[in-house]
Structure formats: structure tokens, C-alpha cells
Nanobody
Framework: QVQLVESGGGLVQAGGRLRLSCVASGRISRIDDMGWYRQAPGKQRELVAKITSAGAANYADFVKGRFTASRDNAKYSAYLEMNSLKPEDTAVYYC??????????????????WGQGTRVTVSS
């Protein structure tokens, strides 16, 4: 019952910067961990960053020092600031959230929600 929408992807030159946003909506009771994942053509989806409800972030080794993940619980939003982008960062980036929501029947539902993804293309 939670919907996630990512935005901010696009085409950028190597060394450039993008800021991705993710906004959650729905009958949200609570959102615990949120995360950013990416999937490049022909590859498995991989974790980029994980953010706890308190805002503590941890990162995959390949983005440490370049990306910053954060969240704003009041806005039900998460962000990924991507700096010093490399061509190998090219992928569809997905937001996820571990959430407790209330379905139309009034029942609590625990779920891992995913957004539709936003494309990031880094040119040489």
C-alpha cells in the first residue's frame, strides 16, 4: 500500500553530479529502512546505499566517498546525492522502503516497496 516515486535521473558527463529523490505515499504507518539500488544492463540489481529510520547511512564500496544518501522523515522522502560520476555508474536507480502500511480493509501490512526506477546515464 506504499508507493515510491523516484526522480532526478538523466544524462550527465563523467565527473558530474546528480541528485536523486524518492517520495513515498500511501497509507503509511511507519517507514523503517530505506535504500537505493541500481541495475545496469545485463547485471543484477545491487545495493548502493541503505538508510535507517534515524538517518544513518551505509554504502557499497564502489560509491563510498562519492555518494551521499539521506532522508527526510517529515516528507517521507529519501535522497541520493551522486558526485564524481563515472560511466560505470550508468544504471536504473531504484528506491525501496521497508514499511508498515494500512490497506483499504484497515489491516496493517508489512511490505518492502519499490519505485519504478529512474535512469542515470554517465557519458565519457
Amino acid at each position: 500500500q506504499v508507493q515510491l516515486v523516484e526522480s532526478g535521473g538523466g544524462l550527465v558527463q563523467a565527473g558530474g553530479r546528480l541528485r536523486l529523490s524518492c517520495v513515498a505515499s500511501g497509507r503509511i504507518s511507519r517507514i523503517d529502512d530505506m535504500g537505493w539500488y541500481r541495475q545496469a544492463p545485463g547485471k543484477q540489481r545491487e545495493l548502493v546505499a541503505k538508510i535507517t529510520s534515524a538517518g544513518a547511512a551505509n554504502y557499497a564500496d564502489f560509491v563510498k566517498g562519492r555518494f551521499t544518501a539521506s532522508r527526510d522523515n517529515a516528507k517521507y522522502s529519501a535522497y541520493l546525492e551522486m558526485n564524481s560520476l563515472k560511466p560505470e555508474d550508468t544504471a536504473v536507480y531504484y528506491c525501496n522502503a521497508d514499511a508498515l502500511s494500512i490497506n483499504p480493509s484497515g489491516e496493517w501490512v508489512a511490505e518492502r516497496a519499490w519505485g519504478q526506477g529512474t535512469r542515470v546515464t554517465v557519458s565519457s
